[in-house]
């Protein structure tokens, strides 16, 4: 190979991806900026309390709860918002029906909607004489100002990730594939448990994921609903807010730190799950 | 234990895809539904299939309506041009999917599963391949699974729709007589929908060809080829050249050339048509229709010669041995049909 031959080798390649260095240094640096310094400053507040003050800031049993509280609450939310998305998604992809398109537009609302509208909304809807929540109340089911109300809150914030996720690959499964179980022989539901499900759960995975991570920091819409009693339902990032306005930084720091670690491995791992799923179909 | 469908209707909306179809396949068969898009050969195969009902009509099998059972009651195996695998799923759970669906009383052992699927991947040659997915492998193989897959629940009958549709030109034709052995092998009636003449005439038995959701002519490829019972169907099995012509008083007249006609033969403004291949090139002075030689090319063993004759280009495709050397670009010959079919112009 002739050295003309190397750099023509070479051009090519850089014209695969034009502009790399420009893209990795804009993407680097806004990244740091945004992401990373902020972050970096999370990780080292904390230390000011020493090793040993910020283990006691975090086994405190008032801090155990909101952590229990706020990452419990969100993955029952998640659960909850994978199941109402498919079924959302589902019956926007699958029917036909009068006021589809105004459904679809529906979903997103819970995104344009301030936080503090959907919570206050929400309280006023399940509060002990709100419409629903009198009609809980009466089987004697508390919903505001209990676990179960930062649930509901919770999943109302995060069912627009799951259908927004589900819904693309939901319209883009293969119908012949279906109508290929059908002639094989499976009924309806191993159809849908044995084929469609298969297809649309890294797309499931990943808007469970985003739903959760919203939960786990969602603030706004929660706290008008929670009631917010210690070591019942105050939510984490509450404990934060209440943290910094006792000028405690480092405290709130050290919380916010233990979210983030924990945040980040529940969602490596089901960024792992889904990895691995995608792979298993594309090879 | 035959296929029967007897007159069978169905339309979209408005548009008619079948009108009054009958048609019969024998035990064993392989048939083939030949026509243009949207001639309701798929519709047709969707309704033995179970995936699309009929507006009328009747469908049996061995005497059994099949319009009464769903889909997944009429144990047919189906395969789709575009694979339809699952794609989650290796190419052995992909086999054994129509067996373990079964309910659990009619669902053969794990270990009588992998014995079929190890059968039919050496049926259709991809022993070594049980444990890769769809997306590893290749158009041909995709379709060999698919075809696996169809055979693996022992249907009694075998739907093909245009299943070599999305391969190329080469793996097509080393497919098709694959698929004709296997065929041959497992002895399941087989329906096959392609609108490619040349691989519905090479590899059916009957041919069924259908045009505007009718069916038109149905036979062996042979009596097909050589009797097209009318001018689309010439038309439409390929290599054929259509002159305008007259016919009076046992005579037809194509441009200055006369000769005699069957007594059968329409009368009146007529298409004439013959073969590509099947044609004398003689001089000016010999017998046959005026036409200019506009150009000539290799085309694999033969030549194609582009002439233009009563002001419309026609092509014909001769052994180079059939091409005499006046024959050349810029010259006049006259051409003879070995055989021409006249149908009353449309």
């Known amino acids: 190979m002739t050295l003309a031959n190397v750099r023509a080798g070479r051009r090519r390649q850089a014209g695969v991806l034009p502009g790399f260095r420009l893209s990795m240094a804009i993407t680097l640096t806004w990244l740091s900026v945004i992401v990373l310094i902020p972050l970096a400053a999370l990780a080292i507040r904390p230390w000011e309390l020493g090793l040993d003050g910020v283990w006691r800031t975090l086994t405190d049993e008032r801090v155990v709860a909101a952590f229990r509280l706020s990452f419990g609450a969100a993955a029952v939310a998640a659960a909850a918002d994978a199941v109402l998305g498919l079924i959302v998604a589902w019956a926007i992809v699958r029917y036909r029906f009068p006021g589809r398109r105004l459904l679809d537009a529906l979903v997103d609302l819970p995104f344009a909607l301030p936080t503090a509208v959907a919570g206050i909304a929400l309280t006023a809807i399940y509060a002990p004489d709100g419409p629903l929540g009198a009609l809980l109340a009466h089987v004697g089911v508390k919903t505001a100002y209990s676990p179960l109300g930062v649930v509901i809150a919770l999943t109302f914030i995060g069912l627009p990730f799951v259908v927004r996720a589900v819904q693309p690959v939901l319209e883009e499964v293969d119908r012949e594939v279906e109508e290929a179980a059908r002639t094989l022989g499976a009924s309806d539901y191993q159809r849908i448990v044995r084929v469609v499900l298969p297809a649309i759960l890294p797309a499931i995975l990943a808007g469970v994921g985003l739903a959760f991570a919203r939960a786990v920091g969602e603030y706004g819409s929660v706290i008008f609903i929670a009631g917010n009693l210690p070591m019942v339902s105050e939510i984490a990032p509450l404990l934060i807010v209440i943290k910094l306005e006792q000028y405690n930084y480092a405290g709130a720091a050290a919380v916010g730190l233990g979210m983030l670690v924990i945040s980040f491995a529940i969602l490596l791992v089901l960024n792992l799950l889904q990895t691995w799923l995608t792979r298993r179909s594309r090879g | ?346």
Not at chain 2, 119 to 141: A, C, I, K, M
Not at chain 2, 176 to 199: A, I, N, P, S
Request: glycine share 10%.
């Open chain 2, 1 to 346: 234990m035959s296929l029967i469908v007897n007159s069978v209707s169905k339309a979209f909306g408005r548009y008619p895809a079948l009108a009054d179809v009958s048609l019969e396949a024998r035990q064993g068969e392989f048939l083939a539904l030949l026509g243009p898009s949207g001639s309701g050969k798929t519709t047709l195969l969707r309704i033995l299939a179970g995936l699309e009902a009929p507006d009328g009509g009747a469908v049996t099998f061995g005497g059994e309506d099949l319009l009464a059972l769903s889909a997944r009651e009429r144990r047919v195996g189906m395969v789709f041009q575009h694979y339809a695998l699952f794609r989650h799923m290796t190419v052995a759970r992909n086999i054994a999917f129509g067996l373990s669906v079964r309910p659990r009383a009619t669902r053969p052992s794990k270990a009588e599963i992998g014995r079929r699927v190890g059968d039919l991947l050496r049926l259709v040659q991809l022993e070594d391949l049980e444990t890769r997915y769809p997306s590893q492998l290749s158009g041909g193989q995709r379709q060999r699974v698919a075809l696996a897959r169809a055979l693996a629940i022992e249907p009694r009958m075998l739907l093909l729709d245009e299943p070599f549709g999305a391969l190329d030109a080469k793996v097509r034709r080393d497919l098709r007589r694959w698929l004709r052995r296997v065929h041959d092998e497992t002895g399941v009636t087989t329906v096959f929908v392609t609108h490619d003449q040349e691989e519905a005439l090479d590899l059916a038995d009957r041919v069924a060809i259908l045009k505007d959701g009718r069916l038109v002519q149905i036979g062996e490829p042979q009596a097909v080829y050589n009797a097209p019972a009318d001018a689309f169907i010439y038309d439409f099995l390929g290599g054929a050249v259509r002159l305008r012509g007259h016919v009076a008083a046992g005579v037809l007249a194509i441009g200055d050339w006369r000769t005699p006609t069957p007594d059968d033969a329409p009368q009146g403004g007529v298409d004439a048509f013959f073969r590509q291949d099947q044609a004398v090139i003689n001089g000016v002075e010999g017998e046959g229709f005026l036409a200019a030689v506009k150009g000539m090319a290799q085309r694999g063993p033969a030549i194609r010669l582009d002439l233009e004759a009563l002001g419309e280009p026609l092509e014909l495709l001769l052994a180079a041995g059939e091409v005499p050397d006046f024959a050349r670009p810029g010259g006049t010959v006259r051409i003879a049909p070995r055989q021409l079919r006249l149908f009353a112009a449309a």
